[in-house]
């Protein structure tokens, strides 16, 4: 529908559309209604063409006349006052429900905007609690395995000490040494590996009390522990011991692996310095 067919669905005459169109240049409903609003008082009332033939009054009937068209044409203004004042309100009352809608359409889009950073935040929580399970969940096997390889370890030892009273006894009884029935039942006691790793955990004590932990291959020589201990942490002499069992790695260890020296999958190492060894 075009602007002045909307005009005139208003109400407002042909001569004010005209006007408002051509003169005022409206391009849109508001600015015809203030351009009629503003100058109706300049819009003339279009004449109507007639094919009756013109009457010539009398002055008493010119005068009655004019006194009637002046009447019609103040009812005329009148009654355009009035249509622009219900008109100016409607469009008050539009420009309030557009205003209404537009902060209604703002509070939305911060709620949304809230709701969206809410769930952003969740999810970087949610991210940060699993990396802390992984954490947990590998430490707690580091634990364990540390644990099963103490427990390997004084079961070896235990285990080599009954072979060797065993051995004794038997030396001293004058029986052999290969028929002492113990003997068996000590390598049933060791627990043998059923996987084999590939990786060695090292957790190692620094002279200054600190603790590091690194990972190496499992068939990487004990050399390589020195070297990184050296490289990364400390550069004076030192030696490295081991508590569980109990044993001071020398030089000839250094061509070992780590598998070959049971530290694999992991093991705990102390470091003293030379000074600090020999007193």
Known sequence: MSLAEQLS?????????????????????????????THNNEITPGATASSEPVLTLSSSDSATATATG?????????????KCDEIQER???????????D??????????????????????????????????EANRREKLETQLAKQRAIEKIEADKRARREKAAAEKSGGVVGDVPAAKPQVATVPQPTRQYDECNLQIRLSDGSTVRHTFKAADRFEKVIEWIHQTHHTNPFVLVQNY???????????????????????????????????
């Open 70 to 82: 002046a009447a019609t044409a103040n009812a005329q203004v009148e009654a355009n006052s009035l």
């Open 9 to 37: 669905e208003m109400g407002f005459e042909k001569n004010q559309i005209d006007s408002a169109v051509n003169i005022g240049k409206a391009a849109n409903m508001e600015q015809a209604i203030d351009w009629i609003t």
């Open 245 to 279: 069992p109990k044993k001071e790695f020398n030089e000839s260890d250094n061509y070992k692996s780590l598998t070959e020296l049971g530290l694999v999958p992991s093991g705990s190492l102390m470091m003293k310095s030379l000074a600090h060894f020999q007193t």
């Open 91 to 101: 469009i008050v009352a539009r420009r309030k429900e557009q205003q209404m809608a």
């Open 103 to 136: 902060e209604k359409k703002a509070i939305d889009m911060e709620k949304k905007r809230i709701s969206d950073g809410k769930t952003l935040l969740e999810i970087k929580q949610k991210r940060e609690e699993d990396e802390m399970k992984k954490i947990a």
